[in-house]
């Protein structure tokens, strides 16, 4: 991938002068880089004091990057968190394996060290998702492990009209197949192993659901937004995980080794226009390449957090050697 280096510039101090407000890049709005100019200062009291200018900071760049304020543990990530927004969300209707590290602090998406994520808006595979989501490097690692971001804004204006304008006629629909034997289990996904629940959720979400195999296994189907209207700001964001669920998202050797044994409908996860036709897999090429280009990556620092509107800009992972904690927190629900 080619990702555009990154050169910090300051731009002014705040009114303040307890903290210096930087760009990471000349050329680049995002992120907002916010540290301490001087020592002593406590992230928590001074975010409690300053919520008013944060907001107006995320909505104008999309994503906040607070450095070298000395965050070393979860509870103090949770607070920080809880100071800006309130409560935390449940992870819940997952799509990546993740586990609960405190409160409702969470690993990052627990995929092998030597594999990518692509850019993705977290739950965009749904009818509801957070508007905000917190991520904090614990432990860094030498190489790698970088959480790319990119403005979901650029991504929608890039792509040719004629691709968008299809997408926003017929929107997504996410094909999803729980097992034990593949990907997550229902139990995994919907945290819960009582039926009705599920039933219940699915119903209240628009999602179709069907019981197989005497009940054994799961599959569901939900047609969603391909661009969605930001609430706040009223611009226009790609807004979709059609290029995560898709089959050409897959190794081609695992993809192979999955389509010799099951029918495309049942594998563990696909997409498809919401009327059920094939998406293109060159579409998507073109729109998984106009994320590479767009992208902005940076080397984690330990104790930083990234604050990012959820809705603005996407996010991934690189791929690392070593030992990397990053934990996420997610907060302020948003339905359509």
Partial sequence: MNFKTTRRQAVKVSSTELVKIELLQPEQPLPLV?????????LVTWVASNRDAITTWLLQHGGLLFRNFDIKEVPQFEQFIQTLSGTLLDYSYRSTPRSQVSGKIYTSTEYPANQSIPLHNEMAYSLSW???????CLKSVKQGGETPIVDSRKVFQRIDSKIKDKFIKKKVMYVRNFSDNLDLSWENVFQTKDKLEIENY?????????????????????????????????????FNQAHLFHVSSLN?????????????????????YGDGSPIEASVLDEIRKIYQQEAIIFPWQEGDVLMLDNMLIAH???????????????AEPFSI
């Fill in 34 to 42: 916010i540290q301490p100019a001087v020592g002593g200062i406590n």
């Fill in 316 to 330: 991934g992972r690189q791929p690392f050697i070593g030992s990397r904690k990053v934990v996420v927190g997610m």
């Fill in 202 to 238: 699915c119903s209240q979400s628009g999602i179709e659901f069907e019981w197989k195999d005497g009940g054994k296994h799961l599959k569901t189907r939900q047609v969603c937004q391909a661009v969605a209207t930001h609430p706040k700001t009223g611009e226009t964001v790609w």
């Fill in 252 to 272: 081609s050797e695992i993809r192979q080794t999955l389509l010799s044994t099951m029918k495309e409908d049942e594998l563990p996860r696909n997409a498809y």
């Fill in 130 to 136: 957070p508007m905000k989501i917190w991520f904090c």
